[in-house]
């Protein structure tokens, strides 16, 4: 049983190599978007480049991604190590043994979960109805990169040792490996190295839009009136009346004092036009052209000044994401804008008509579509 020379600590370290960059780099990521979506932020999050936010919840989708052929294969090398004896005879050997297995079946455990829920994350399907995504995938996000750092310390000399040596050197081999395989230890890394970069050319058009018509996998690739996708219609968010409505007005409430702004009013405001993304934290995202008034402007109008946050109320009436904080630096940023029409045209009802919030290098879901309400401390 297990008696392929192709199951080799050699295989697993040069695997495993790329796995782990791909772990670090979708953890690094990870992190950046959960910072985004918070309402407050010790350290001001950057409103440029406008970009910024696109980029790294691409690269943490698709090196999630890549790393799902990383791991079935690191599994698969290390597999017989899970029906080795224990050192009964040894008690210290037994217990060092025991957490080793331990610390792996954690990061095994809390690597699967996060690939998986993510995947399911970017398809928009959530199967789960007991836990928050968000604050789960962050939590158990760090008990994987931790089991991991564990992992690496524990097994370093042997990793370095696999890696400053031939891929076919059998020095860490098992005694049972003797079977040569049907290819060898270099094709079979090769041809891992090349099905994770199949995985992400698949998936990838979702931000790269000159991969879009390869990405065959990709859960968004554009489509959608002026070019940009549609997450929640206003079927879903329940808007469909109360947007259309010609009693809908834009409430701007300063301290105590409430300016209300028809439509007409917007539309009369000096209009202004900006290329933004949208970017969501499903990995797609998409580039538009917006045009509207600046928030900046409309918040000097009700008398406010724009060096303080603003809470940002929708029309939908649940959801997570129904109100948000605006940090105090996206509001004076002159590319922030309500906007009222996408690549020349009237904003479409799903696309958060009569007006939505756009702002540089700012979550998807926290940029609020039909928008009617907007909260200024005094």
């Given amino acids: 049983m297990f008696t392929s020379r192709l199951r080799s600590p050699a295989v697993t370290a040069r695997v ?8 670090g780099l979708c953890f690094v990521t990870g992190l950046i978007s959960h910072y985004a979506q918070q309402p407050s932020h010790p350290i001001p999050f950057p409103t440029s480049p406008s970009w910024g936010y696109r980029l790294t919840q691409g690269l943490h989708v698709t090196s999630g991604v890549a790393a799902i052929p990383l791991l079935l294969v690191k599994l698969w090398s290390v597999l017989p190590k899970l029906f080795e004896g224990l050192p009964l005879r040894d008690p210290r050997a037994l217990l060092l043994t025991g957490l080793e297995r331990a610390s792996i079946t954690v990061l095994v455990a809390a690597s699967i979960f996060q690939l998986a829920t993510g995947l399911f994350n970017a398809a928009q399907w959530y199967p789960w ?3 928050s995504f968000r604050t789960t995938h962050y939590a158990i996000a760090w008990v994987a990169i931790g089991a991991l750092v564990l992992h690496i310390a524990v097994k370093l000399p042997i990793i370095r040792d696999a890696l400053t040596s031939d891929i076919e050197v059998v020095t860490h081999d098992r005694a049972t490996a003797t079977s040569p395989g049907p290819l060898s230890r270099r094709a079979l890394v090769r041809t891992t190295f090349a099905a994770a970069g199949v995985a992400v050319l698949a998936t990838a058009g979702s931000t790269v839009p000159w ?37 809908w007005r834009l409430d701007v409430v300063v301290g105590g004092t409430t300016t209300s702004l028809t439509y007409a009013d917007l539309r009369a ?8 993304p949208i970017a969501c934290v499903e990995g797609w995202s998409a580039q538009g052209t917006w045009s509207g008034v600046r928030l900046a402007d409309v918040l000097r109008l009700a008398g406010a000044t724009t060096d303080r946050e603003v809470a940002v109320t929708s029309l939908q009436q649940a959801g997570a994401f129904r109100r948000t904080t605006l940090p105090a630096n996206f509001a004076a940023d002159d590319r922030t804008l309500l906007a009222l029409d996408l690549s020349g045209e009237q904003l479409s009802l799903d696309h958060g008509f009569p007006c939505r919030l756009i702002a540089p290098n700012r979550p998807g879901v926290l940029q609020t579509k039909w928008v009617s309400r907007l909260e200024v401390d005094a």
């Fill in 16 to 23: 495993g190599l790329w796995l782990g960059i791909a772990f």
């Fill in 129 to 131: 109805t007991t836990f």
């Fill in 211 to 247: 991969l879009r018509r390869v990405s065959v996998f990709a859960v968004r690739t554009g489509e959608g009136p002026g070019g940009v996708p549609i997450n929640k219609s206003a079927r879903a968010a329940r808007v469909e009346e109360s947007a259309m409505s010609p009693d």
């Fill in 269 to 276: 405001m000096p209009q202004h036009t900006v290329d933004l």
